[in-house]
Protein backbone atom coordinates (compact mmCIF):
# COMPACT_ATOMS: atom_id res chain seq x y z
CA UNK A 1 0.00 0.00 0.00
CA UNK A 2 2.65 2.28 0.01
CA UNK A 3 3.46 2.35 -3.78
CA UNK A 4 1.68 5.00 -5.32
CA UNK A 5 -0.72 4.04 -8.45
CA UNK A 6 1.93 5.40 -10.53
CA UNK A 7 4.74 3.68 -9.43
CA UNK A 8 2.71 0.23 -9.72
CA UNK A 9 1.80 1.39 -13.09
CA UNK A 10 5.48 1.66 -14.10
CA UNK A 11 6.56 -1.47 -12.42
CA UNK A 12 3.17 -3.28 -14.20
CA UNK A 13 4.49 -2.55 -17.87
CA UNK A 14 8.07 -3.50 -16.79
CA UNK A 15 6.86 -7.00 -16.16
CA UNK A 16 4.98 -6.90 -19.24
CA UNK A 17 7.38 -5.62 -21.23
CA UNK A 18 10.03 -8.70 -19.84
CA UNK A 19 6.88 -10.99 -20.07
CA UNK A 20 7.21 -10.01 -24.14
CA UNK A 21 10.85 -9.99 -24.42
CA UNK A 22 10.68 -13.83 -22.61
CA UNK A 23 11.95 -12.90 -19.64
CA UNK A 24 10.14 -14.77 -16.36
CA UNK A 25 9.96 -12.76 -13.40
CA UNK A 26 9.26 -14.02 -9.89
CA UNK A 27 8.63 -12.45 -6.73
CA UNK A 28 8.02 -13.52 -3.15
CA UNK A 29 4.51 -13.25 -1.80
CA UNK A 30 5.21 -11.53 1.60
CA UNK A 31 6.51 -13.22 4.96
CA UNK A 32 3.72 -11.50 7.45
CA UNK A 33 0.47 -13.45 6.04
CA UNK A 34 -2.88 -12.44 4.90
CA UNK A 35 -1.92 -8.25 7.07
CA UNK A 36 1.47 -8.13 5.26
CA UNK A 37 2.77 -6.54 8.31
CA UNK A 38 0.18 -3.89 7.86
CA UNK A 39 -1.53 -2.69 11.37
CA UNK A 40 -5.42 -1.75 9.92
CA UNK A 41 -6.93 -5.21 10.46
CA UNK A 42 -7.57 -5.88 7.03
CA UNK A 43 -6.35 -7.97 4.63
CA UNK A 44 -3.42 -6.98 1.99
CA UNK A 45 -0.91 -8.49 -0.66
CA UNK A 46 2.19 -7.95 -1.58
CA UNK A 47 3.61 -6.22 -4.76
CA UNK A 48 5.52 -7.02 -7.14
CA UNK A 49 3.86 -10.69 -6.15
CA UNK A 50 0.34 -9.10 -7.03
CA UNK A 51 0.93 -7.47 -10.30
CA UNK A 52 -0.48 -9.91 -13.01
CA UNK A 53 2.74 -10.02 -14.82
CA UNK A 54 4.73 -12.27 -12.07
CA UNK A 55 5.07 -15.44 -11.14
CA UNK A 56 4.03 -14.93 -7.31
CA UNK A 57 5.56 -16.80 -4.59
CA UNK A 58 4.12 -18.07 -1.71
CA UNK A 59 5.90 -20.44 1.20
CA UNK A 60 5.05 -23.89 2.52
CA UNK A 61 6.86 -25.90 5.67
CA UNK A 62 8.03 -29.21 4.98
CA UNK A 63 8.18 -32.77 6.95
CA UNK A 64 10.01 -35.87 6.31
CA UNK A 65 6.92 -37.35 4.61
CA UNK A 66 6.20 -35.16 1.26
CA UNK A 67 2.79 -35.50 1.28
CA UNK A 68 2.31 -33.54 4.61
CA UNK A 69 3.79 -30.56 3.59
CA UNK A 70 1.34 -26.91 4.81
CA UNK A 71 1.18 -23.81 4.50
CA UNK A 72 3.92 -21.80 6.32
CA UNK A 73 2.46 -19.68 8.66
CA UNK A 74 1.89 -20.82 12.92
CA UNK A 75 5.55 -22.44 13.42
CA UNK A 76 7.84 -22.17 15.73
CA UNK A 77 10.09 -20.24 13.44
CA UNK A 78 7.42 -17.44 13.04
CA UNK A 79 6.29 -15.62 10.03
CA UNK A 80 3.68 -16.86 7.38
CA UNK A 81 3.26 -17.06 3.83
CA UNK A 82 1.24 -14.05 2.42
CA UNK A 83 -1.32 -14.47 0.13
CA UNK A 84 -5.23 -12.73 -0.59
CA UNK A 85 -6.73 -11.04 -3.39
CA UNK A 86 -5.41 -8.31 -4.44
CA UNK A 87 -7.81 -5.15 -4.45
CA UNK A 88 -5.85 -3.04 -7.15
CA UNK A 89 -5.39 -5.46 -9.94
CA UNK A 90 -8.41 -7.32 -11.50
CA UNK A 91 -8.67 -11.22 -11.83
CA UNK A 92 -6.46 -11.65 -14.72
CA UNK A 93 -8.40 -13.82 -17.94
CA UNK A 94 -5.41 -16.97 -17.09
CA UNK A 95 -7.04 -17.22 -13.17
CA UNK A 96 -10.77 -16.86 -14.39
CA UNK A 97 -11.47 -20.60 -14.49
CA UNK A 98 -9.02 -21.81 -10.94
CA UNK A 99 -11.62 -21.01 -8.47
CA UNK A 100 -10.35 -17.65 -6.72
CA UNK A 101 -12.58 -16.35 -4.47
CA UNK A 102 -13.52 -12.77 -3.68
CA UNK A 103 -10.94 -10.70 -1.38
CA UNK A 104 -11.95 -11.52 2.01
CA UNK A 105 -12.77 -7.71 3.08
CA UNK A 106 -14.84 -6.88 0.02
CA UNK A 107 -15.86 -9.69 -1.65
CA UNK A 108 -14.72 -8.26 -4.44
CA UNK A 109 -12.71 -10.05 -7.31
CA UNK A 110 -8.93 -9.59 -7.98
CA UNK A 111 -6.03 -11.29 -8.92
CA UNK A 112 -5.08 -14.19 -6.81
CA UNK A 113 -1.81 -14.29 -5.13
CA UNK A 114 0.25 -16.59 -4.69
CA UNK A 115 0.18 -18.57 -8.21
CA UNK A 116 2.84 -20.98 -6.49
CA UNK A 117 4.65 -21.93 -3.43
CA UNK A 118 7.47 -24.21 -2.44
CA UNK A 119 9.56 -24.21 0.90
CA UNK A 120 10.07 -21.24 2.91
CA UNK A 121 9.67 -22.29 6.81
CA UNK A 122 13.03 -21.40 8.23
CA UNK A 123 12.73 -23.79 10.70
CA UNK A 124 12.85 -26.20 7.25
CA UNK A 125 14.51 -23.69 5.49
CA UNK A 126 17.56 -23.45 3.40
CA UNK A 127 21.25 -23.75 4.18
CA UNK A 128 23.70 -21.07 2.93
CA UNK A 129 26.46 -19.68 3.91
CA UNK A 130 27.72 -16.02 4.91
CA UNK A 131 31.10 -14.60 5.71
CA UNK A 132 32.18 -18.33 6.83
CA UNK A 133 29.31 -19.10 8.97
CA UNK A 134 26.57 -21.81 7.86
CA UNK A 135 22.82 -20.72 8.57
CA UNK A 136 19.81 -21.84 7.76
CA UNK A 137 17.15 -19.49 6.36
CA UNK A 138 13.88 -19.23 5.14
CA UNK A 139 11.05 -16.64 3.91
CA UNK A 140 10.01 -16.15 0.10
CA UNK A 141 12.60 -14.51 -0.78
CA UNK A 142 13.99 -17.83 -1.07
CA UNK A 143 11.13 -19.42 -2.87
CA UNK A 144 11.31 -16.54 -5.38
CA UNK A 145 15.09 -17.60 -6.15
CA UNK A 146 14.07 -21.24 -6.57
CA UNK A 147 11.14 -20.86 -8.87
CA UNK A 148 13.59 -18.60 -11.29
CA UNK A 149 15.78 -21.42 -11.14
CA UNK A 150 13.28 -23.82 -12.04
CA UNK A 151 12.16 -21.55 -14.96
CA UNK A 152 16.00 -21.47 -15.96
CA UNK A 153 15.84 -25.49 -16.07
CA UNK A 154 12.77 -25.61 -17.70
CA UNK A 155 13.62 -22.69 -20.30
CA UNK A 156 16.80 -25.05 -21.10
CA UNK A 157 14.84 -28.37 -21.66
CA UNK A 158 12.63 -27.13 -23.80
CA UNK A 159 15.13 -24.39 -26.03
CA UNK A 160 12.55 -21.57 -25.52
CA UNK A 161 12.29 -19.08 -23.19
CA UNK A 162 9.24 -18.97 -21.05
CA UNK A 163 8.41 -15.03 -20.52
CA UNK A 164 5.19 -15.06 -18.26
CA UNK A 165 4.34 -18.71 -17.68
CA UNK A 166 1.14 -18.46 -16.13
CA UNK A 167 -1.76 -19.28 -19.16
CA UNK A 168 0.23 -22.94 -19.02
CA UNK A 169 0.39 -23.31 -15.46
CA UNK A 170 -3.61 -22.42 -15.18
CA UNK A 171 -4.38 -23.96 -18.39
CA UNK A 172 -5.61 -27.35 -16.25
CA UNK A 173 -6.27 -25.69 -13.36
CA UNK A 174 -9.98 -26.00 -12.13
CA UNK A 175 -11.56 -25.22 -8.36
CA UNK A 176 -10.17 -27.80 -6.26
CA UNK A 177 -7.94 -29.37 -8.41
CA UNK A 178 -4.46 -28.64 -9.19
CA UNK A 179 -2.91 -28.75 -12.67
CA UNK A 180 -0.56 -31.92 -13.32
CA UNK A 181 2.97 -30.69 -12.14
CA UNK A 182 1.94 -29.44 -9.17
CA UNK A 183 2.15 -31.12 -5.33
CA UNK A 184 -1.18 -29.83 -3.66
CA UNK A 185 -0.64 -28.57 -0.41
CA UNK A 186 -4.58 -28.35 1.57
CA UNK A 187 -3.93 -27.90 4.89
CA UNK A 188 -2.62 -24.56 6.90
CA UNK A 189 -3.10 -21.19 6.96
CA UNK A 190 -2.51 -17.76 6.74
CA UNK A 191 -4.38 -15.91 9.16
CA UNK A 192 -7.44 -14.85 6.80
CA UNK A 193 -7.02 -17.77 4.32
CA UNK A 194 -7.35 -21.38 4.67
CA UNK A 195 -5.34 -24.04 2.45
CA UNK A 196 -7.60 -26.15 0.70
CA UNK A 197 -7.79 -28.73 -2.73
CA UNK A 198 -6.79 -26.80 -5.81
CA UNK A 199 -5.63 -23.27 -6.22
CA UNK A 200 -5.80 -21.52 -2.95
CA UNK A 201 -4.62 -17.74 -1.52
CA UNK A 202 -1.84 -19.52 0.64
CA UNK A 203 0.44 -21.72 -1.70
CA UNK A 204 -1.35 -20.76 -5.03
CA UNK A 205 -1.43 -24.04 -7.31
CA UNK A 206 0.87 -25.99 -5.40
CA UNK A 207 4.96 -26.99 -4.77
CA UNK A 208 6.73 -27.92 -7.98
CA UNK A 209 6.67 -31.34 -8.51
CA UNK A 210 9.93 -30.73 -10.57
Known amino acids: ?3 TAQGRTAMDQAFADAGALGVTVTAAAGDDGSADNETDRR ?3 DFPAASPGVLGCGGTTLSVDPTSETV ?3 TAGGGATGGGVSRTFPLPAYQ ?3 GVPGQADTGRPGRGVPDVAADADPATGYRIRVDGQEIV ?3 TSAVAPLWAALACRLVQALGDPLGAPHRALYAAARPGVAPPGFRDVTTGSNGAY ?3 PGWDPCTGLGTPDG
Do not use: E, F, K, P
Open 1 to 3: DQW
Open 43 to 45: VHV
Open 72 to 74: WGG
Open 96 to 98: SSA
Open 137 to 139: LGG
Open 194 to 196: DAG
